[in-house]
């Protein structure tokens, strides 16, 4: 069974770097295609952030693309979000999350997220 | 960004069906809808409009009609009560809509 398990400090400074690991047991992570963050506020709701290839390849939310960066580290089956110049907005619950791997037709639903971490909640604040 | 919009709310009685749009740009098939209770991460109920996930109750289904996305869960039971989030992907990104929530 695939688990995620996101890590990284609570709170952050203003202006600072949110920086997130996702550590992935149960599959290795090359074994898989893509591998996604996705955020949670009350105000507004989820937001995607963007996904990573085992590879580097990456793909990310327009809105975010001047200041986030994803990176995987295979040797440890993790991958990790960085996130600069952090405001407020930025205070959120961060998920990291696996598509789903459909057997019976072999395709791989990469933005269907069958498999979630339990959420970490960063707060940005002085 | 294109949106999706879903009601704030919906409610129903045990055992009645209910029905939770989520209308705007899911024009293709890439439609997935979530479950999440409070203080527990989404839990993916349908995806590709209609297909449910192993382990997934049948009582839930998806439908679509035009740019919009349906998710009825019949037989309602105590345990639906949560949040429901429907997700489709366009423009190279996943859009959310706003959330439903689900008082039975």
């Known amino acids: 069974q695939v688990q995620l398990q996101e890590s990284g400090p609570g709170l952050v400074k203003p202006s600072g770097t949110l920086s997130l690991n996702c550590s992935v047991s149960g599959v290795p992570i090359v074994a898989t295609t893509w591998w996604s963050w996705v955020r949670q506020t009350p105000g507004k709701g989820l937001e995607w952030l963007g996904d990573?290839?085992?590879?580097?390849?990456?793909n990310y939310n327009a809105s975010l693309r001047s200041r986030i960066t994803m990176s995987t580290d295979v040797s440890k089956n993790q991958f990790s979000l960085e996130l600069t110049s952090v405001t407020a907005a930025d205070t959120a619950v961060y998920y990291c999350?696996?598509?789903?791997?459909?057997?019976?037709?072999?395709?791989?639903?990469?933005?269907?997220?069958?498999?979630w971490g339990h959420g970490t909640e960063v707060a940005v604040s002085s | 960004q294109s949106a999706l919009t879903q009601p704030a709310s919906v409610s129903g009685s045990p055992g009645q069906s209910i029905t939770i749009s989520c209308s705007g740009d899911s024009s293709d098939s890439s439609v997935s809808w979530y479950q999440q209770h409070p203080g527990k991460a989404p839990q993916l109920i349908i995806y590709?409009?209609?297909n449910r996930p192993s382990g997934v109750s049948h009582r839930f289904s998806g439908s679509k009609s035009g740019t919009t996305a349906s998710l009825t869960i019949s037989g309602l039971q105590a345990e639906d009560e949560a949040h429901y989030f429907c997700?489709?992907?366009?423009?190279?990104?996943?859009?959310f809509g706003g959330g439903t929530k689900v008082t039975v």
């Open positions: 999350a696996r598509g789903l791997w459909d057997s019976d037709t072999s395709t791989y639903f990469r933005y269907a997220f069958q498999f």
């Open positions: 997700s489709s992907y366009t423009v190279r990104t996943v859009i």
């Open positions: 990573i290839y085992h590879t580097g390849l990456t």
């Open positions: 590709k409009v209609t």
